[in-house]
């Protein structure tokens, strides 16, 4: 079955190292986007991308950096994580302009 | 700006019905999206809404009003599984989805 996985699930690092988080789907996706979503907050849109080699910012991108090499990986890097950038990180693919999301399980990313 | 508007937390009885509210501002409008998010869970796909009207789904329904920028998810015959955050998102001009900050939903027995 096609899906979408996110690692790591849990990390928990230090202020001002550089962390990636991976997202891999197997759909065939062009849309992939990645999302942060804090208590009190809907999501948040950081990065996206509608194809190889194309890549987007979202409404909070400060400090996030994606690549997309590929059609399946879309990973997100925190150049120099701090502790504001504690939350739970959630990756997602759609098929077409209207198409609904699917969404990984989730990266929980504590930064000390 | 744009903006999404839902309650914070709801209560509902078991078996029972519950109408969850969302209303919104966005530079244009291409659809509305409900999604329903167990905790510690990822959000998971309900219903798409871009006419206005109901559209129903077995035990879950939405609603749009286009010209009052409004609409709302219907559950029907409560199941205690039903508890979870709801989270309605519009989708703008630009196709960028809007996300309200979600619903939580309670069911008692």
């Known amino acids: 079955d096609a899906e979408i996985t996110q690692s790591p699930r849990h990390k928990i690092t230090e202020t001002g190292r550089q962390v990636t988080l991976a997202c891999h789907q197997t759909?065939?996706?062009?849309?992939m986007f990645w999302y942060r979503q804090d208590l009190g907050h809907g999501l948040r849109l950081i990065h996206y991308?509608?194809?190889?080699?194309?890549?987007n910012k979202g409404e909070v991108s400060d400090g996030y950096s994606v690549s997309r090499s590929n059609t399946e990986d879309l990973p997100l890097t925190l150049e120099s994580a701090a502790s504001s950038q504690t939350s739970v990180y959630f990756c997602?693919?759609?098929?077409?302009?209207?198409?609904?999301?699917?969404f990984g399980e989730g990266s929980r990313l504590t930064v000390l | 700006g744009q903006n999404i508007d839902q309650p914070t937390e709801m209560t509902a009885t078991e078996g029972a019905i519950v109408q969850i509210n969302c209303t919104y501002q966005t530079s244009g409008f291409n659809g509305l999206f409900w999604y329903q998010q167990h905790a510690g869970e990822a959000p998971t796909f309900l219903s798409y809404n871009v006419l206005d009207g109901l559209e129903e789904k077995g035990r879950f329904s939405s609603f749009l009003s286009r010209s009052k920028g409004y609409s709302y998810l219907l559950l029907k015959e409560l199941q205690m599984k039903d508890s979870a955050s709801y989270l309605c998102?519009?989708?703008?001009?630009?196709?960028?989805?809007?996300w309200g900050a979600g619903t939580k939903l309670i069911i008692k027995p």
């Open positions: 759909w065939n996706h062009n849309n």
């Open positions: 998102a519009a989708l703008d001009s630009n196709y960028q989805l809007i």
């Open positions: 991308s509608y194809g190889v080699q194309d890549t």
């Open positions: 997602a693919s759609s098929k077409g302009d209207v198409g609904e999301l699917f």
